[in-house]
């Protein structure tokens, strides 16, 4: 599997194909191309249970404009979205919320 590019979700049960639309229609991996963007969690590795969701994780040195570029993109297409910041030294975390992958 290639955590980069999600197309093996296409491949998978019915939960991992319907992801996949998700992240192809609001355009996460190409709207984040910069970040070194990876997908994880328990959707991608078919243990995911009821409520599962995805993560995406990205790579940023300045998470104040990583930040901002990604809200301006969200608020753009009317997609309400939570950032939440652990910030701890040198290490960020920026969390979005989009959308819940239902059963």
Known sequence: ????NPAYLTRGNARQQ???RALQ???I??????YTTI???TIPLNIDIHGSDLDVICA????????????CVWCARGISHRVRDNQRGRV???K?????ISD
């Open 39 to 41: 997908l994880t969690g």
């Open 25 to 27: 229609s609001l355009g």
């Open 60 to 71: 940023a040195h300045d998470l104040e404009a990583f930040t901002r570029a990604v809200t």
């Open 29 to 34: 991996f190409r709207i984040l191309r910069d």
């Open 1 to 4: 599997m290639n955590f980069r």
């Open 92 to 94: 960020g975390h920026r």
């Open 96 to 100: 979005f919320r989009l959308r819940r």
């Open 18 to 20: 319907r992801a996949y």
